[in-house]
């Protein structure tokens, strides 16, 4: 799942697991599990980080059991999508991207309505830390879209 918070990739992710079926693997819901809305804590990026290194490994376990996997983690970066995909190729497996493009004016307006929401599986975002997050999004180009590298 590629995109930015708000986009809808949970939403897109859960829809998916239902319907292929797959085990999908949300960041997010684990570290609020864990250590709650933590967004302004010094750790919070070491322990996502850590969080999705131990998603990552319970998804290549998964593969090499054959079981399909969702990694709903975001990617905003072409550098890490590229690295999971020979992961997943590496593990035998074939990957594919679901890139969810939503305008900036849409996942404000996305943003507030799941902030007062208060959800539980969800982290409450300032909404003035999105603009630098939308500036560095790197969004997928139609190439990487296309792009379904063969198993080894």
Not at 6 to 15: N, P, Q, R, V
């Amino acid at each position: 799942m590629v995109g930015l918070p708000c986009s809808g990739k949970t939403t897109l992710a859960k829809g998916l697991a239902r319907d292929l079926p797959a085990l999908r693997l949300n960041t997010d819901q684990w570290h609020l599990h864990l250590f709650g809305q933590d967004a302004e804590h010094p750790e919070h990026d070491d322990r996502h980080g850590r969080i999705e290194a131990q998603l990552w490994a319970v998804a290549a376990d998964t593969l090499a059991l054959g079981v399909n996997v969702i990694l709903d983690f975001g990617f905003w970066a072409a550098e890490e999508r590229e690295h999971f995909r020979q992961e997943a190729a590496r593990l035998g497996a074939a990957s594919e991207l679901h890139f969810l493009d939503v305008s900036e004016a849409e996942l404000l307006q996305r943003l507030r309505a799941r902030n007062a929401q208060r959800l539980t599986d969800s982290f409450v975002i300032a909404p003035e830390s999105m603009k630098p997050w939308i500036a560095s999004f790197q969004k997928p180009t139609a190439a990487e879209l296309e792009r379904r590298p063969a198993p080894s």
